[in-house]
């Protein structure tokens, strides 16, 4: 009960605006799953049958007549992407809007915009449906209907008229509210749809013991009942306060809608998160009927709307939990649903799709291959397998690489995979640049910042995820042959290096993986996190190694930041080590280098048994010229400057790369614009074989993308 405690402890302050005494009563524990036997007893029919009741009389009181409120509201677009989703969501764009809401029994809704403002943070084109533009009055009619009827449409209320035929209800839990002298009973009953396949609500409704009036309700929808399959995730929330001591109105809203789509095998998510409060009730005040002739939601004249006076800047009074993965109201929804309905209730169908996790998966260039074209195709069979077949084929080497592979996840979150590849791996553990700039770079002149070499084989991997924000981990086992790839293309300018001098090897590897996805910890420090260990038998496929070598490795980066007001320190630190019980293959050695791992130094100019990077910035806004980009907006009229160190650390250097041991300093300057798209940065090496370089690229985020 302790759980619930604290959780209406926040509700009495949020939602009822009142100081309270809580106490719980006997019931089982909120994260429990209401027992079989609890589903439809006497005492829950009674409750549901006394709300309904509530409901079907327009708030239970005839005193009711009419009210006017005013409401003010954020909706927040924000994108997420990459596979797995890694990191948080980033706000796209927000709008706050000002909203007067009128109400006249026996069920009239009004509502006028008079104000509105937004701030673009990534060039985007967004529109909303019109119902986002304002609150949801009388918790849903009887038929539910969200995003104009597009996401959901005609679905039953579970306090509707007839709803005790088509769902179930059971007690969960249940808090006891004080306010001034009287003593409130709520339960929460849970609700799910007798027929999972039918479009209905999954849930929690919160009801007075007493009067059957609905304090709040917290629900998503099945898969059945949400008819744009792009939806993931539609949790709405609706929390009601008393008002005059007598009426149950709104008084907080949450919704949360997020899109997941596949463009080519990458995925994308949109949320739209819609947060509202209300207050400043004015109770019957006769409004006219024809106040509510019309469109239900409509926007004030726009000159009207530029007089609205606001309050400092949007940024400023933004709820700080928009960018989070899931706010808690949303994880709690979901769970709720998983408990007492079949997952597959709620699921979303997969079928098959175009396989590529980037532009540079399609097209791209290097020395091995010049210009590569690509392709593939993924296919779920079944709820729990999916296959996948990817290729691409060099216009300059004339060879194909690519890789076949099945997957099993039956567990949700653990799967299981075998796959067989020829795939041109990169010697390096972090990438230097984007794949699409390198690609421009390579092609124009010839400055290709990758190592790859030659690796065949067969493998079979586990994966999982404990959370949305727990650590991912992978393990993989495989049996493979690798050899070094030759320069093949010939760039517009100037003339390719050559590639890392990898031994034609046999090799048998194991290897543990775990990334952490960005978190925040003690002292607004946000971190993520990258670590490796593989553990390698080697065995010559030629004369390259006179006997068998073990090979024991290991990797661990760390990207930490940290505000100072409208500035931000940004750390990145890596070390890498390798031992051996002989030579080390030199596409085994840490490698160090280039713009991202050592800037102002050549593009891996340090190979070594233990290498170490480490860099330090300070991200402060400057004021900068706005450029106009049509409907998706102007620019920010600030740009990102970030004076930075960084500093390589090498020891026992290994061939082709013998520098002598010790640290390698660099400074430089870089600028981020354009949304912070687009990153420049100038670096002056402090130590031979150091020097100035200029790196131009789009922002880490988009890497992926690219």
């Known amino acids: 009960m302790g759980g619930a405690h604290r959780w209406w402890r926040g509700v009495a302050v949020r939602s009822l605006g009142i100081a309270g005494v809580w106490s719980s009563v006997g019931a089982p524990p909120a994260s429990a799953q209401p027992l079989p036997d ?25 005193a009711l007549t009419d009210y006017q409120a005013a409401a003010r509201g954020y909706l927040t677009f924000l994108a997420q992407v990459g596979p797995g989703f890694p990191d948080p969501p980033k706000a796209v764009r927000v709008d706050e809007l000002a909203v007067e809401v009128y109400w006249r029994t026996p069920n009239l809704s009004k509502q006028q915009v008079i104000g509105q403002r937004d701030t673009l943070l990534l060039p985007a084109d967004i529109g909303y449906y019109s119902d986002r533009y304002g609150i949801i009055q009388n918790n849903f009619p009887d038929s539910i209907r969200l995003g104009d009827g597009r996401d959901v449409h005609g679905v039953l209320h579970p306090l509707a008229p007839g709803a005790r035929d088509d769902y179930d209800y059971a007690i969960a839990d249940s808090v006891r509210i004080t306010v001034g002298d009287r003593t409130l009973d709520v339960y929460e009953v849970r609700v799910r ?7 209905r609500v999954v ?18 929808f099945t898969r059945a009942a949400i008819l744009d399959q792009r939806i993931e995730t539609l949790v709405v929330t609706l929390d009601n306060a008393l008002i005059a001591g007598r009426f149950w109105l709104p008084r907080h809203q949450e919704l949360e809608v997020a899109r997941t789509s596949t463009w080519l095998d990458y995925p994308v998510r949109g949320i739209i998160r819609a947060r509202w409060d209300v207050c400043c009730y004015q109770i019957n005040r006769r409004l006219p009927i024809a106040l509510f002739t019309g469109s239900e939601i409509e926007f004030s004249p726009p000159p009207a709307m530029a007089r609205y006076a606001w309050s400092g800047s949007i940024l400023d009074s933004l709820p700080p939990d928009v960018s989070l993965a899931a706010v808690d109201d949303v994880r709690r929804v979901e769970q709720t649903a998983h408990d007492v309905v079949r997952a597959a ?30 392709a593939g195709v993924t296919r779920y069979v079944g709820p729990d397998w999916i296959a996948s077949l990817r290729g691409r084929y060099g216009l300059a080497n004339r060879r194909a690489n690519g890789e076949a592979g099945i997957g099993w996840d039956p567990w949700g979150g653990i799967g299981l995979r075998v796959l067989a590849y020829r795939s041109f791996r990169d010697a390096g553990d972090v990438a230097e640049s984007s794949t699409l700039i390198n690609s421009l770079a390579a092609q124009e002149f010839g400055a290709d910042d990758t190592d790859p070499y030659d690796a065949r084989g067969v493998g079979v991997e586990a994966s999982g995820r404990n959370s949305s924000s727990g650590p991912t981990w992978r393990i993989d086992i495989a049996r493979e042959s690798q050899r070094a790839l030759g320069v093949h293309a010939v760039p517009a300018l100037g003339r390719y290096g050559s590639t890392v001098p990898a031994l034609a090897l046999l090799a048998t590897r194991a290897r543990l993986s775990v990334d952490q996805s960005p978190t925040t910890a003690a002292w607004q420090i946000t971190w993520r996190a990258h670590g490796e260990v593989r553990g390698e038998w080697f065995t010559a496929a030629d004369t390259a190694l006179p006997h068998a070598v073990a090979v024991g490795r290991g990797f661990v980066l760390v990207d930490a930041d940290r505000p100072f007001g409208r500035d931000r320190l940004v750390a990145r630190a890596s070390i890498g080590a390798v031992t051996a019980d002989g030579r080390i293959p030199p596409q085994e050695a840490v490698y160090a280098g280039g713009p991202t791992t050592g800037p102002g130094y050549p593009f891996h100019a340090f190979a070594a048994r233990l290498t170490s990077a480490v860099r330090g910035e ?32 090498i020891d026992h250097a290994v061939r082709p790369r013998l520098q002598p041991s010790g640290w390698y300093p660099a400074v430089g300057i870089g600028g981020l614009a354009l949304f912070d798209l687009v990153r420049v940065d100038v670096a002056r090496g402090l130590r031979r074989p150091g020097g100035w370089t200029l790196w131009i690229d789009v922002s880490r985020d988009w890497w992926g993308v690219l």
């Open 38 to 62: 609890h589903w439809n007893d006497a005492r829950v029919r009674a409750l549901i049958t006394l709300a309904i009741a509530r409901r079907s009389q327009q708030f239970g009181d005839s």
């Open 193 to 199: 749809p007798r027929d999972v396949a039918a479009p």
């Open 203 to 220: 849930g929690s409704l919160y009801i007075d013991r007493q009067s059957g009036a609905l304090v709040r309700l917290s629900l998503t």
């Open 345 to 374: 209730a709620l699921g979303r169908v997969r079928t098959a799709a175009l396989a590529a996790s980037g532009v540079s998966d399609i097209v791209r260039v290097n020395r091995v291959e010049g210009l590569a074209v690509g």
């Open 618 to 649: 300070w991200q402060m806004p400057v004021p900068a010229p706005g450029v106009s980009l049509g409907s998706l907006g102007t620019t920010p009229r600030v740009m990102t400057l970030a004076p930075f160190v960084s500093a390589d650390y």
